[in-house]
Nanobody, 115 residues
Framework: QVQLVESGGGAVTAGESLTLSCVVS????????RAWYRQAPGKQRELVAS???????NYVDFAEGRFIISSDQAKNAAHLQMSRLAPEDTAVYYC?????????WGQGTQVTVSS
């Protein structure tokens, strides 16, 4: 069974940085990208960034220039380096495998940014 486990969240002050990690256990059969999503209280889950299996990253507007997504194929992991964090980045962050096969969400990791 494929499981995604996120880690690295925490409480920081605005302007600081955090790096999130996601380790995938099991053997996912087909996926085309790894992605990070986030869900703030009272809001819908939204895409933050994705990286294709070929290594091409894509970012949504609020992540561009502040966040860097990377993957480690050998360790079946993905990372999200977040810098210049702001209170509006407060959310639970989740990783996801994108592709024709559905894989369950992980439990997420909480990021809290205070002003």
């Amino acid at each position: 069974q494929v499981q995604l486990v996120e880690s690295g969240g925490g409480a920081v002050t605005a302007g600081e940085s955090l790096t999130l990690s996601c380790v995938v256990s099991g053997s996912p059969s087909t996926f085309v990208a790894r992605a990070w999503y986030r869900q703030a209280p009272g809001k819908q889950r939204e895409l933050v960034a994705s990286i294709s299996t070929g290594g091409t990253p894509n970012y949504v507007d609020f992540a561009e220039g502040r966040f860097i997504i990377s993957s480690d194929q050998a360790k079946n992991a993905a990372h999200l380096q977040m810098s210049r964090l702001a209170p509006e980045d407060t959310a639970v962050y989740y990783c996801k495998l994108l592709g024709p096969t559905y894989y369950n969400w992980g439990q997420g990791t909480q990021v809290t940014v205070s002003s």
